[in-house]
């Protein structure tokens, strides 16, 4: 057991990936000898050579396109995206590709590979370093996403993902990259794709979150129970396939639900968390769902700590159920 | 045509290096092309019939396909796009297979789930590919970097048409190959028309081929209606790649005599001279002649052959009218490996509906939840 951050334990999971099955490889933009910009895969080259980690053009619907051709003949492709505001160019191979390998082949062919990309806001990276695209991609079948928000769980869960055999959205919070310290155990370990994680037990208030918000909402809840309000946090760590069973009990257990995320409200993740909960569990509910999310617009640079949510916005949301 | 390599003028004659093949290989790959223009013929007959729902052809494509792919080695990849049914057939797909595809039936291996005409065969390397425009040519890349990776003497032949050199795969997967320098070799089939658009509207380059150089290797013109030409060019080009040598890039120049499918009408954007003079450049009929004056066929051994092989094609098309019906779990099987709870709650929830109607199957139970 050792004490890391959240991307050194990113890095532990690639090396621990690397040294125990040979067929997996690291690719990217300058992913090779400077370690990736903020430092991911450093090492990998010097331990495992440019055979198994390398530079690529600077082409993400390369490195998705052509990662996808060696998981197909048999290789684990760890393709790093450098910002998930680039992914955009690799989303038809992503989405097209990737995704409906396995479907439309009748399971002749599969493409297990994991795709890693830092999102989310709070470095001041502006529209284009900031974005949270979770929601395109959870929407698209044949596809895992998953989100950690702790050093354990971020190497747990890529693990897990690089050793899955369909292909996984690995989505870094890149705001927590150094924010978050924690004990990480030695070697191989997985944390179960498709499961969430109960944050913190309560039981006046359920707070859905993931990633960067998770963070947030703690600190929110903790600041809820000063005033006497009792708050369930849920980690949803995978958005696809959801462990809905989990989110159904999780809101069943208070009635009162708060969903958190960066990215913007319409049609994101928030959206499908209320509906779940509305289809099966509504009466149970003793108040109306509300969602604290970004807002519906491209995201700021100068004012973005207003654009996020913090844990005064999710406090508020958290009340408002509470008193309802 | 003047700068495209040439074995076999339009009249057949020999104007190139003489083919370093036996009679019967020859002769094998005159039954190939053969093979390839009496699918067409039969498929778009049932599609007429309203039997299947979508047929892209190959005719007047027969020489560049069976030319290219007669080259590739058991162990090599062929990674396609629309027309190369043909090719994959040669190369070990089942005619059975093949049928079984176009009807889209419970016996096709990619249990219905592509529309017609999307064929796949992971026993002879033939992976299944998509719809969409040039996504193949970045896969071909990537795996025959696998195959490198492993050591072994692989090659990967990316086919792809004249409209798809302009997409993003195409220019990814090209730069990708150049730089890694892996055994692929990229065949484009410039059959003149991507659906209605004229493959000289694709690019302001004299030739597609001419695009190779940027990449650094070399790209050929080749005349796509000549058999011989199409293998010497391919022969180069893998034994290259298979050594080491890196990727090349072949340019098959070639005409696609009938419409973009069975749903196209092309009379509406090209002129009938034009298929006209085309036709005098017939693949086959340019084959036979040559094989004809070597006496290595008789006259009329080509109408014998094609009524072998309608014969077999129908047979075929017999088994596969009588199919099973797809059983509806195949809905929401193969999305992932298990199935997840939420799929198989879907399901479940359907079903109930689906039995009402009687439209469930054999094996079409409730999943567990």
Known sequence: MSTLTLIQAVNDGLKTAMRGDERVLVLGEDVGPKGGVFLATEGLTSEFGPERCFDTPLSEDGIIGTAIGMAVNGLRPVAEIQFQDFIFPAFDQIVSEAAKLRYRSGGQYTAPMVIRTPYGGGIRGGLYHSQSGEAYFAHTPGLKVVIPSTPHDAKGLLLASIADPDPVLFLEPKALYRSVKGEVPEGDYRVDLSTLRTVRPGKDVTVFCYGAMVPVCERAAQQAAEQGIDCLVVDLRTLTPLDEEGVLEAAKATGRVVTVHEAPRFCGYGAEISALIAENVIEYMEAPIRRVTGFDTPFPNTLEHHYMPDERRVLDAIESVARF | ?369
């Open chain 2, 1 to 369: 045509m003047s700068s495209a390599l040439q074995i076999l003028a339009e009249d057949g004659r020999l104007v190139g290096p003489e083919p370093d093949l036996g009679a019967e290989e020859l002769i094998a790959l005159f039954g190939h092309m053969l093979r390839v223009r009496c699918l067409d013929e039969r498929m778009l007959k049932l599609q007429r019939a309203g039997r299947i729902g979508f047929v892209g052809t190959a005719t007047g494509l027969e020489a560049s396909l069976i030319g290219t792919a007669s080259a590739l080695q058991p162990e090599d990849w062929l990674w396609s796009g629309l027309r190369e049914g043909g090719a994959a057939v040669m190369r070990g797909l089942p005619l059975s297979e093949y049928v079984a595809q176009m009807y889209c039936n419970a016996n096709d291996t990619a249990k219905g789930r592509q529309m017609c005409n999307h064929f796949q065969h992971k026993a002879s390397h033939y992976p299944s590919w998509s719809s969409v425009i040039g996504t193949q040519l970045p896969h071909a890349v990537g795996a025959a970097f696998a195959s490198r990776n492993r050591g072994e003497k692989v090659v990967h032949a990316a086919y792809c048409g004249d409209g798809a050199t302009s997409s993003n795969g195409f220019h990814s997967a090209l730069n990708f190959a150049g730089v890694w320098k892996v055994p692929v070799v990229f065949v484009v089939v410039d059959n003149g028309w991507a659906i209605s658009v004229s493959s000289k509207a694709q690019t302001a380059a004299t030739s597609f081929a001419a695009k190779a150089q940027a990449y650094g290797f070399e790209g050929r013109d080749i005349d796509g209606n000549d058999v011989l030409a199409c293998r010497a060019a391919m022969d180069e080009a893998t034994r290259q790649a298979r050594s080491g040598g890196g990727p090349t890039l072949l340019v098959l120049r070639t005409y696609r005599m009938l419409g973009h499918s069975s749903s196209d009408d092309p009379s509406k954007y090209r002129d009938a001279g034009e298929v006209e003079a085309w036709a005098a450049r017939d693949p086959i009929q340019r084959f036979e002649t040559w094989l004809v004056q070597q006496g290595l066929l008789t006259p009329d051994a080509r109408r014998q052959r094609e009524e072998e092989i309608r014969a077999e094609i129908d047979a075929v098309i017999h088994e596969q009218e009588a199919a099973p019906p797809m059983a509806l779990r195949t809905l929401v099987e193969d999305v992932y490996e298990q199935v997840p709870r939420h799929l198989r709650a879907q399901f479940n929830a359907f079903l109930r509906v689906a039995e009402e109607r009687g439209d469930a199957q054999p094996g079409d139970g409730a999943f567990p939840l």
